[in-house]
């Protein structure tokens, strides 16, 4: 990925971003994957092919990318083991696992209200 463009609306973004907590928050757990590659990893370490398999419609690329991303962040921690063939495990660090409880929040509050919003599951 290459490097954003400085320009005044980036700048305003990143602005507002360092300063309202919630948004910061949201920035680094946003997105359609991030929640759910740390929801699997709840449970303890895995390889990429196993977050892969539970993980239905994430291509390969995208993975890595929020893989990185994520570790970027501070919310997973990446090992890899000299072993021939090489070993990859993928952790939660102890800043996601204080996400624990509000991801799970997040999650009734979701199954409580997603019909009452118009939420259609055709659309799933």
């Known amino acids: 990925m ?3 463009k400085e320009n ?3 700048m305003q973004n990143e602005k507002y971003i360092i300063t309202c907590d919630l948004a910061y928050a949201v920035c680094k757990i946003g997105g359609r994957w991030k ?13 990429f092919g196993e977050i892969r398999q ?6 390969e690329r995208m993975l890595t990318l ?3 991303e994520l570790e970027k962040e501070g919310l997973i921690k990446r090992t890899v083991y000299a072993e021939i063939p090489s070993r ?7 800043i996601a696992k204080d996400l624990i409880p509000i991801w799970r929040q997040l999650e009734k509050w979701a199954v409580k209200h ?7 599951q055709e659309t799933k």
């Open 66 to 68: 929020q893989l990185k």
């Open 35 to 47: 929640l759910l590659i740390l929801g699997k990893l709840e449970n303890g370490k895995l390889r």
């Open 2 to 4: 290459g490097k954003r």
């Open 114 to 120: 997603k019909f009452a919003v118009g939420f259609n």
């Open 54 to 59: 539970q993980i239905e419609g994430i291509t």
């Open 88 to 94: 990859v495990d993928y952790e939660l660090t102890a």
């Open 8 to 10: 005044s609306t980036n």
